[in-house]
């Protein structure tokens, strides 16, 4: 059945480094893709998406790339800010229908 | 509006016991949810309903768990004889439709779960 593999934290960073949390999947077919982010002591949210090949998801100045060569739906942030400080999924549905198949989570602590 | 609710928000019982976890889905939205997230295992997808088909259960862990959907609403997930290993945050989603992949899941905040 279709995967994610997501990088395992967790990540610190200091305010206004660079982010990358690493994502690669495998599915059949194009799946749609998608980055869901939960802050302390909340639900899980939608952060970002993208439903075809090539496709850049953004948010929040959070970017992800669709790369069907390299299976891959990297997030990315140019400067992290300590509100930023959350758990990151990435995630993808089952073959055909929308359950969704998390990766296990990235923490992100970011320190002043 | 409303987003997803979910209740109790925290619920401690004992082994062998049986539990109802309750979700209120946002109004009009036809596909509901339910994930589990535990320590090492992530987050995994439990149960599925859309509309008035059948639902999908196949990602229950064993037969002690089951889930309704009443009036196509309000859905409760029941343990029964819960174990330690049930001990979790049980997290439920609901969307416009399920037959898009789409369709954007809004999460309720989830109930904690401890067996002790």
């Known amino acids: 059945g279709d995967s994610v593999t997501q990088m395992e934290g967790p990540v610190t960073l200091s305010e206004e480094a660079f982010l990358t949390i690493n994502c690669t999947y495998t599915a059949t077919g194009y799946p749609s893709l998608f980055w869901y982010v939960q802050y302390p002591g909340e639900g899980l949210q939608l952060l970002l998406k993208?439903?075809?090949?090539?496709d850049k998801g953004s948010n929040k100045g959070f970017e992800a790339t669709y790369r069907k060569e390299t299976t891959s739906f990297h997030l990315e942030k140019g400067s992290v800010q300590v509100s930023d400080s959350a758990v990151y999924f990435c995630a993808l549905p089952y073959s055909g229908n929308t359950p969704l198949v998390f990766g296990k989570g990235t923490r992100l602590s970011v320190i002043a | 509006g409303a987003g997803v609710s979910q209740s109790p928000s925290n619920k401690v019982t004992e082994k062998g016991k049986d539990v109802e976890l309750r979700c209120d889905p946002i109004s009009g939205h036809t596909a509901l949810y339910w994930y589990r997230q535990s320590l090492g295992q992530g987050l995994e997808f439990l149960i599925y309903f859309q509309g008035n088909s059948a639902p999908d259960k196949s990602g229950l862990p064993s037969d002690r768990f089951s889930a309704e959907r009443t009036g196509g609403s309000v859905s409760t997930l029941t343990i029964q004889r819960t174990q330690q290993e049930d001990s979790a945050v049980y997290l439920c989603?609901?969307?416009?439709?399920?037959?898009?992949?789409?369709?954007?899941?809004?999460f309720g905040p989830g109930t904690r779960l401890t067996v002790l």
């Open positions: 993208a439903t075809k090949a090539d």
């Open positions: 989603a609901s969307s416009l439709a399920g037959t898009s992949a789409y369709n954007e899941q809004f």
